[in-house]
């Protein structure tokens, strides 16, 4: 047979240069940073927006509310949705619905309007973590997981630090659109980096085409109903069942059943069905239910703490805003210096050791916090906010790094999904858990000492008499320096019962944490699996 008659082969094409992992993860950390940062943006200036679209106290928490619960009820859906569309399209979707959401609302003339396009930002916002965290997961060598899960990881944890902070400086130099309006260049300069330097494995696009073609006729409608349900509902009580009273009120109790029977049913069925759209049988994996758990319980703790000090420090110290997140910013800045030292150390210690030394960390710091009081200035708070925030970077890296460990590719984005809502739920029942544990605390702590404030003791009496000679010296007559020395002596208690609430709170928080240690005999890390195959990248 001659040459010509050969068949001639079809020319292979040349292989896509693979893009610089450093700049794919710039370009999904964008979003994930802004979504993290505008979960406590808002808080501080709560006052000035509420002055703007005339609405009270109760009724402005809505703004924040709406956000977080259009995040979770789209975070444990990013599976699904990656598989009928593409992770990246997901991600520059949902990237863009959170920048036009954010430009939306710092148009709002109305708290209705705030409310609405605060649930579209938090509809945005809700795939941006986990994509990002599948994203990367799927863009560095299997040695490079734990520096991956580090860049994750300051988005992450540093995003509500310092969202505070910045949202009271932009809201006393600017006005508080300007806390949305921010957004924008950054979010249009993230939008642009990930169309153009991030691109999904060749292998994944088609195992999601395969899996989109299934799932368009088998979309689990019942499953997406229950889970709406179930979550809205817990995250609603959760976020303003102390403005209603908890269960004395019969929106909670209505709240509490819905969600129970709703998220019952929808665990039943998720595991029963056979086109599930939610995969919860990856809680099968020892590694990644112990790691998600124990995730959920170290952001019930950062959200908490995050919540008690600026209080303390704005009621009792009389800090600003300002001057508060200032205060705080020694236990973010630990945070950005441990977290890529943690994560080079993944691959040398085992992860176990890592959490167990975060969660001591953590406790010590809590334990120093327990011990602060009115005369505590920024300095007495450095060292205890120092060793929390390198607890939490200890704890973070190994965390989401072994939870994913052991997770097939093709199921990643189901898993960041589930682990992102975990972390999430654990935030909103830590501040809740917190804030109830507190109010409780100042109660017990007020009668106590107040059960010491007898007429007949010689040392109220004798101050009592130092208080009403002080007034009478300012021009006042004898009954009323009388009615004003006992008002400062009940201040005075008041106050020192706040403190000894956060004294007893801070201590529960550094105790209760240490039940999660024992955790760790489940956390089993196989290190030598085969790496994860990035070269079709």
Known sequence: MTALSEPIAAPIPAARPRDNKWIVAIAVTFGTLMGAIDSSIVNVALPHIRGTVGATVEQITAISTSFIIANVLVMPLTGFLGRMFGQKRVYMACLAIFI????????????????????????????????????????????????????????????????????????????????????????????????????EPEDLVAANRAAAATLRDHIDWMGIALLWVGLGTLQFLLEEGSRYDWFESGWMQLCAVTSFFSLTSFVIHELTTEYPVVDLRLFRDGAFASATLIGAMMFAMLIGSMFLLPVFMQELLGYSATQSGLTLMPRTLMMMAATPIVGK?????????????????????????????????????????????????????????????????????????????????????????????????????????????????????????????????????????????????????????????????????????????????????????????????
């Open 345 to 537: 150390l993944y691959n040398r210690v085992h992860p176990g050791v890592l959490i167990a030394a975060g969660v001591l960390l953590f406790s010590i710091g809590s334990y120093q916090m327990s011990h602060i009081t009115l005369q505590s200035g920024s300095r007495d708070l450095i060292w205890a906010l120092g060793t929390t925030g390198v607890g939490f970077s200890c704890l973070f890296v190994p965390l989401n790094t072994a939870a994913l460990g052991s997770i097939p590719r093709a199921k990643l984005q189901d898993a960041t999904g589930l682990n992102s809502l975990m972390r999430q739920i654990g935030g909103s029942m830590g501040l809740t858990i917190f804030a109830t544990l507190l109010t409780h605390s100042a109660v017990q702590a007020r009668a106590t000492v107040g059960a010491h404030l007898v007429s007949t003791s010689p040392l109220v009496h004798g101050r009592l008499v130092g208080l009403e000679a002080a007034m009478m010296a300012r021009g006042q007559d004898a009954a009323t320096a009388h009615v004003m020395a006992v008002g400062s002596l009940t201040g005075s208690v008041a106050k020192q019962a706040m403190v000894l609430a956060f004294e007893h709170v801070f201590l529960i928080q550094g105790v209760a944490f240490l039940a999660v240690l024992p955790l760790l005999f489940f956390l089993k890390v196989d290190r030598t699996a085969a790496p994860v195959d990035v070269d079709a990248h």
């Open 100 to 199: 036009a959401g954010s430009a939306l609302c710092g148009t709002a003339g109305s708290l209705g309007a705030l409310v609405f396009w605060r649930t579209i930002q938090g509809l945005g916002a809700g795939a941006l973590q986990p994509t990002e965290q599948a994203i990367l997961r799927q863009t560095f060598t299997k040695d490079e997981q734990g520096t991956a899960m580090a860049l994750f990881a300051m988005a992450v944890m540093v995003g509500p630090a310092v969202g505070p902070t910045l949202g009271g400086y932009i809201t006393d130099t600017y006005s508080w659109p300007w806390i949305f309006y921010i957004n924008l260049p950054v979010g249009l300069l993230g939008l642009f980096m990930v169309w153009r330097f991030v691109h």
